[in-house]
């Protein structure tokens, strides 16, 4: 694992922890983890952390998006 790796790993762990315990900063945590993306396709767009972050990314809307069906 090098530091992209735990970087991208460590935001996921934290927005999970920011999600649980305060889920209204659900937009806020996503437009962080958003910026991460776009940074990390501009710097490492090879880097297998970044179909991480986007697959996190996809699921995060797609959990929100089931949430406002209900």
Same mark, same amino acid.
């Given at each position: &694992? =090098?530091?992209i790796d735990h970087i991208v790993e460590r935001a996921?762990?934290?927005t #999970?922890?920011?999600l649980e *315990?305060?889920?209204q900063h659900r937009e *806020? *945590? +996503?437009t962080g983890l958003e +910026? &991460? +993306?776009c940074n990390l396709t501009i710097g490492a767009p090879d880097h297998p952390a970044l179909e991480r972050l986007r697959a996190? #990314?996809?699921e995060l =809307?797609?959990?929100a998006g089931s949430r406002s069906l209900h």
């Amino acid at each position: &694992m =090098d530091k992209i790796d735990h970087i991208v790993e460590r935001a996921i762990e934290y927005t #999970l922890h920011v999600l649980e *315990a305060a889920p209204q900063h659900r937009e *806020a *945590a +996503r437009t962080g983890l958003e +910026r &991460m +993306r776009c940074n990390l396709t501009i710097g490492a767009p090879d880097h297998p952390a970044l179909e991480r972050l986007r697959a996190f #990314l996809s699921e995060l =809307d797609t959990a929100a998006g089931s949430r406002s069906l209900h």
